[in-house]
């Protein structure tokens, strides 16, 4: 086992804190330690994706493991043998009244289990998320809620380091300022999780959550918990696993502090697991394949989803329709695989002008839909002057062309509540100014005026 450890701690991605302990461990080459070390090392690697169980065709019957981008295999099968004879031990170390999130525990408890196998079938029928703005929040909520049925007694709450939640919209996923946090959370250790000693210590916000539920009757001694929530890996990142918040768990009645410290690691994986595969499967059903944005299906709920906030909060929301100039012009003269490069790179460009919380979609073969919350006329002009500009900019080469191929893109908008207050009225306004862009001589931008002629944005910033 000191040799599979020290292998791990020289090729894996671990987090420095558990390399210094498993050096220690190595170093002391006491037994106990290095098998402490080395169940930490195998459970964090397995629940980042990190470490796979593979099939070998060989006499030996053990399960072997593999590192992602190693050849070597790893057998833990001596180590599996002395976590079951050490399983009635106590594996939790305490580190200034904290619990370290690369402390190992045992199997988790029959109601666990249960509960988190009951909220995975409920996931079987469970819609896909599909906001943007604040997407991490709005996966993370959907993931609480398919918990919630089966907590019982507990109440879960997740607080986002992101700050771009809209808490109106989320009941259980938050965003606390630095001025807004306790003590605890200010003086906590990344990757600890923490005792919390008194319900007047929660967040702010779920204390106003309890306080308003009359149903719910909390004393002030029941049990709490925060506990590490970890972002999905990123395949692409060669960046340890990151930290994205804090799971809080509360208990309405006084529970044993290993057993809701266990529940909440074995949860706060579950959600780390869940958000990943969200994220893998919203890849994959709302992205266009070619551009690597937004599709056509994404912005048809997504816009509705935006138009609803917009109502809801009385502000107001600029959608813009954009379409490549003479894009035939270009598949017929250059070919397909010319014009597959043209949409990239103009997707790219429209991406960089936008904010976070903007959305860009791809409707159509050469057309773009973009949804700008929160966002006034002359804002919008600004952006749509910035972006066409970019594109006029762009200069395209290829090996197998003589010329400088050029682009530029014309755009139609129409300005909630202004030009409309439901999905297809809104659209069919900014198709209509975008058909004038075209008619009135392309890369330009008209905006529906309800008050006269429609207003011309051109990408110099020269204003009609």
């Given at each position: 086992m000191q040799h599979v450890l020290q292998t791990l701690v020289q090729i894996?991605?671990?987090?420095?804190?558990?390399?210094?302990?498993?050096?220690?461990?190595?170093?002391?080459?006491?037994?106990?330690?290095?098998?402490d070390c080395l169940s930490r090392c195998k459970s964090h690697l397995t629940s980042s994706g990190d470490l796979v169980k593979v099939k070998v065709n060989s006499e030996n019957s053990a399960d072997w493991f593999a590192?992602?981008?190693?050849?070597?295999?790893?057998?833990?099968?001596?180590l599996e043998k002395l976590e079951k004879e050490l399983s009635d031990s106590r594996l939790m170390s305490v580190n200034n009244n904290g619990y370290k999130l690369s402390d190992s525990f045992p199997g988790p408890d029959l109601d666990t289990h249960n509960m988190i196998l009951a909220a995975m079938e409920s996931a079987q029928n469970h819609?896909?998320?599909?906001?943007?703005?604040?997407?991490?929040?709005?996966?993370?909520?959907?993931?609480?809620?398919?918990?919630?049925?089966f907590l019982g007694e507990s109440h879960l709450f997740v607080q986002l380091n992101s700050t771009s939640i809209r808490p109106d919209d989320h009941s259980h996923v938050f965003h606390a300022k630095l001025s807004e946090q306790r003590f605890w959370e200010q003086s906590?250790?990344?990757?600890?999780?923490?005792?919390?000693?008194?319900?007047?210590?929660?967040?702010?916000?779920?204390?106003s959550k309890f306080e308003n539920d009359n149903q719910i009757s909390i004393s002030d001694d029941a049990s709490a918990v925060a506990i590490p929530l970890f972002a999905p890996s990123d395949?692409?990142?060669?960046?340890?696993?990151?930290?994205?918040?804090?799971?809080?768990?509360?208990?309405?009645?006084?529970?044993?502090?290993?057993?809701?410290?266990?529940?909440?690691?074995?949860?706060?994986?579950?959600?780390?697991?869940?958000w990943q595969q969200h994220l893998k499967m919203n890849q994959l059903v709302h992205?266009?394949?070619?551009?690597?944005?937004?599709?056509?299906?994404?912005?048809?709920?997504?816009?509705?989803?935006?138009?609803e906030r917009a109502q809801r909060q009385g502000s107001s929301l600029v959608?813009?329709?954009?379409?490549?100039?003479?894009?035939?012009?270009?598949?017929?003269?250059?070919?397909?695989?010319?014009?597959?490069?043209?949409?990239?790179?103009?997707?790219r460009e429209l991406l960089q002008g936008l904010r976070r919380i903007d959305l860009i979609c791809r409707v159509g073969g050469e057309e773009f839909a973009l949804v700008l919350p929160n966002t006034e006329l002359e804002p919008a002009r600004e952006v749509v002057s910035r972006v066409q500009m970019s594109v006029s900019?762009?200069?395209?080469?290829?090996?197998?062309?003589?010329?400088?191929?050029?682009?530029?893109?014309?755009?139609?908008?129409?300005?909630?509540?202004?030009?409309?207050e439901d999905p297809a009225e809104l659209y069919g306004v900014a198709d209509k100014m975008l058909y004038l862009s075209k008619q009135q001589g392309r890369n330009r931008c008209y905006f529906w005026n309800p008050d006269g002629d429609p207003i011309l944005t051109l990408p110099d910033f020269k204003r009609g």
């Amino acid at each position: 086992m000191q040799h599979v450890l020290q292998t791990l701690v020289q090729i894996a991605k671990l987090p420095p804190e558990l390399v210094k302990q498993c050096n220690d461990a190595l170093a002391s080459k006491e037994k106990q330690n290095v098998t402490d070390c080395l169940s930490r090392c195998k459970s964090h690697l397995t629940s980042s994706g990190d470490l796979v169980k593979v099939k070998v065709n060989s006499e030996n019957s053990a399960d072997w493991f593999a590192l992602r981008g190693h050849s070597e295999l790893f057998d833990f099968s001596e180590l599996e043998k002395l976590e079951k004879e050490l399983s009635d031990s106590r594996l939790m170390s305490v580190n200034n009244n904290g619990y370290k999130l690369s402390d190992s525990f045992p199997g988790p408890d029959l109601d666990t289990h249960n509960m988190i196998l009951a909220a995975m079938e409920s996931a079987q029928n469970h819609q896909l998320v599909r906001k943007a703005g604040d997407e991490e929040a709005s996966i993370v909520q959907s993931i609480i809620e398919l918990l919630v049925p089966f907590l019982g007694e507990s109440h879960l709450f997740v607080q986002l380091n992101s700050t771009s939640i809209r808490p109106d919209d989320h009941s259980h996923v938050f965003h606390a300022k630095l001025s807004e946090q306790r003590f605890w959370e200010q003086s906590r250790v990344l990757g600890e999780a923490i005792w919390i000693p008194g319900l007047s210590e929660l967040p702010g916000f779920i204390r106003s959550k309890f306080e308003n539920d009359n149903q719910i009757s909390i004393s002030d001694d029941a049990s709490a918990v925060a506990i590490p929530l970890f972002a999905p890996s990123d395949p692409k990142s060669k960046d340890s696993v990151v930290e994205a918040g804090l799971l809080l768990l509360i208990s309405e009645k006084i529970t044993d502090r290993d057993v809701i410290i266990e529940k909440g690691f074995r949860l706060s994986r579950f959600v780390t697991s869940s958000w990943q595969q969200h994220l893998k499967m919203n890849q994959l059903v709302h992205t266009d394949n070619l551009t690597g944005i937004r599709n056509r299906g994404f912005f048809d709920r997504h816009f509705s989803l935006e138009l609803e906030r917009a109502q809801r909060q009385g502000s107001s929301l600029v959608l813009l329709l954009g379409d490549i100039d003479h894009f035939k012009k270009i598949n017929d003269k250059y070919g397909h695989q010319i014009g597959d490069r043209v949409l990239k790179t103009v997707a790219r460009e429209l991406l960089q002008g936008l904010r976070r919380i903007d959305l860009i979609c791809r409707v159509g073969g050469e057309e773009f839909a973009l949804v700008l919350p929160n966002t006034e006329l002359e804002p919008a002009r600004e952006v749509v002057s910035r972006v066409q500009m970019s594109v006029s900019n762009l200069r395209l080469t290829d090996p197998n062309v003589a010329e400088t191929i050029r682009v530029m893109i014309s755009f139609g908008g129409a300005v909630f509540p202004e030009a409309g207050e439901d999905p297809a009225e809104l659209y069919g306004v900014a198709d209509k100014m975008l058909y004038l862009s075209k008619q009135q001589g392309r890369n330009r931008c008209y905006f529906w005026n309800p008050d006269g002629d429609p207003i011309l944005t051109l990408p110099d910033f020269k204003r009609g």
